[in-house]
């Protein structure tokens, strides 16, 4: 896989064209996220929102490692856009989804993704995440208040002239927990009572409301918020395969190449960072490209080294810290992480 393509593997290492930074830059809109190519997809992936004029947030090509997956959230995209199409028919569009799998394998960036494909196509949409962190609190009967003034307030802002709104619940297992379990106490019950209330109240409103849980732990969520006009889609992320690493690490090097205006990474293998690459989530196969670069450039500080101009990291750099982040993970397993 040779090519004089700056963009590509095994590059020379000549800096970018300005007129191909500028191409990459522009992201196409397509009407239909279906008919994209891996091509256009390639043409649409660098975020240079300035450009673009839109915020700076991740549109649906900048999903990776998941062919299937990315048809799964492309379908959930129709649905939000086009709901008007749907009430034609009589019916409402799917309005509460819940993304589950291990940790790092997409799952807020999907909701991200959909949010940002949304308003790139000058959909007035807004977005609410909900943590314990900001919502919570120890004392009695406010954190259901709490949760009950969230969702007041994507109801205030449809209300106010915003066209939708999408309501992300993250690490969503402490909301969702078991009733009456033997880590949960009246307090959650009562707070699982309001969520409920509130999904069917979404359900029955003839609005684009949407929302989305993700959680790491599905068998800890309660079995009766999992049935329909509750929980109406659940989607699985699992970690990424061959083909899956092979196409995360390619994206992640043309995402720095572009951001660069240069080959910062050269004489890269991609079968091989696939192939050693196994049992790594989505969000650690791209950060490893990252961590390579940083660890390059901090040895240059270290040594005094005055060739920051023309600086680059090859395939050995990543597969070093593809060792470190191995060994890493193990002493983490050991003392009880996962």
């Not at 799917?94 to 993304?99: N, Q």
């Not at 109406?232 to 196409?247: I, M």
């Not at 690459?277 to 961590?291: F, I, K, M, W, Y």
């Amino acid at each position: 896989m040779t090519t004089d393509d700056p963009l590509k593997p095994n590059s020379p290492g000549k800096p970018l064209d300005p007129n191909l930074r500028k191409e990459f830059g522009r992201r196409l809109k397509p009407k239909n996220p279906r008919a994209r190519s891996a091509s256009d997809d390639e043409d649409m992936v660098v975020k240079t929102k300035k450009n673009s004029g839109y915020p700076d947030t991740s549109l649906l090509c900048d999903l990776r490692g998941n062919n299937e997956l990315k048809k799964e959230i492309d379908d959930i995209y129709l649905q939000m856009a086009n709901r008007d199409l749907y009430c034609l028919g009589g019916i409402q569009p799917d309005k509460s989804y819940l993304f589950y799998g291990p940790a790092g394998t997409g799952k807020t960036l999907g909701v991200r993704c959909l949010y940002g494909e949304l308003l790139s196509h000058k959909k007035s949409f807004g977005l609410m995440e909900y943590s314990i962190g900001n919502y919570g609190t120890a004392y009695i009967n406010m954190g259901s208040k709490n949760l009950q003034e969230f969702f007041d307030s994507g109801q205030s802002a449809i209300e106010k002239g915003v066209e939708g709104m999408i309501y992300f619940f993250d690490e969503c297992d402490v909301l969702l927990g078991k009733r009456g379990s033997a880590q949960g106490h009246k307090e959650d019950d009562k707070l699982l009572d309001t969520l409920m209330t509130n999904l069917q109240e979404i359900h029955d409103r003839d609005t684009s409301e949407f929302v989305f849980f993700a959680t790491n732990f599905r068998d800890a969520m309660d079995n009766a918020s999992m049935r329909a006009q509750r929980i109406d889609k659940q989607v699985e992320f699992k970690l990424p395969d061959y083909n899956g690493r092979a196409d995360l690490f390619k994206h992640a090097i043309l995402m720095t190449q572009v951001k660069a205006g240069r080959s910062v990474v050269r004489a890269y293998n991609l079968n091989e960072l696939a192939e050693k690459s196994d049992g790594l989530n989505c969000a650690e196969c791209v950060d490893l490209v990252r961590r390579a670069i940083k660890s390059r450039i901090n040895t240059m500080l270290h040594s005094g080294d005055d060739v920051f101009k023309d600086f680059f990291v090859k395939q050995y750099h990543i597969l070093d810290e593809l060792e470190i982040l191995k060994k890493t993970k193990i002493k983490e397993k050991k003392i009880g992480f996962k």
